[in-house]
T-cell receptor, first 112, second 113 residues
Framework: QKEVEQDPGPLSVPEGAIVSLNCTYS??????FMWYRQYSRKGPELLMY????GNKEDGRFTAQVDKSSKYISLFIRDSQPSDSATYLC????????????FGKGTKLSVIP | GAGVSQSPSNKVTEKGKDVELRCDPI?????LYWYRQSLGQGLEFLIY????????KSGLPSDRFSAERTGGSVSTLTIQRTQQEDSAVYLC???????????FGEGSWLTVV
């Protein structure tokens, strides 16, 4: 079993839809969770950063962590064509830990 | 510059040749990271620098890969005797000291033919 599992998609939704992106993980030591957005032929861009369980909201984006289920989610409300990208989850065990473990990414297309 | 800068952005090389990839981190960032992203794969950690020191080189795939950092700033990733399986995007990132919020460059797209 890989440490981090993420459905690669592709996921195609109409503009305005609510998008749910998910990752599961096996290492219970992970405490810090991140979501990156990567446009085609660009580097990953940090979207959300959360610690431990709970929710964090930033504009149209909400990150959710359920440590008991080892499951994290990213919700995008009122999706826009500009949200079309690959979304990568990443996680690590400690605040000072330098090595992030990434999922393979989910490719999202938002259709106008 | 404002962000992490990498060069070259694209490189096509013949099998067996050596390549050098350069990374210029965000000013003031003491930590620097190299990751590799192959088609259909997640990001694979290669090496981490704190200042000019590399405490962890365990992610380097083979002894054909090496990296250095000078002056606590620019880093070079060198791949010797390139193989086709080295074809990937090589991503550099930096952060303030050792933090989880790392910022990536746009990558160097390497193709070995």
């Amino acid at each position: 079993q890989k440490e981090v599992e993420q459905d690669p998609g592709p996921l195609s939704v109409p503009e305005g839809a609510i998008v749910s992106l998910n990752c599961t993980y096996s290492n219970s030591a992970f405490q810090y969770f991140m979501w990156y957005r990567q446009y085609s032929r660009k580097g990953p861009e940090l979207l959300m950063y959360t610690y431990s369980s709970g929710n964090k909201e930033d504009g149209r984006f909400t990150a959710q962590v359920d440590k008991s289920s080892k499951y994290i989610s990213l919700f995008i409300r009122d999706s826009q064509p500009s949200d079309s990208a690959t979304y990568l989850c990443a996680m690590t065990s400690g605040a000072g830990s330098y090595q992030l473990t990434f999922g393979k990414g989910t490719k999202l297309s938002v259709i106008p | 510059g404002a962000g992490v800068s990498q060069s070259p952005s694209n490189k096509v090389t013949e099998k067996g040749k050596d390549v050098e990839l350069r990374c210029d981190p965000i000013s003031g960032h003491t930590a620097l990271y190299w990751y590799r992203q192959s088609l259909g794969q997640g990001l694979e950690f290669l090496i981490y620098f704190q200042g000019n020191s590399a405490p962890d080189k365990s992610g380097l795939p083979s002894d054909r890969f090496s990296a250095e950092r000078t002056g606590g700033s620019v880093s070079t990733l060198t791949i010797q005797r390139t193989q086709q399986e080295d074809s990937a995007v090589y991503l550099c990132a930096s952060s303030l000291a050792q933090r989880n919020t790392i910022y990536f460059g746009e990558g160097s797209w390497l193709t070995v033919v």
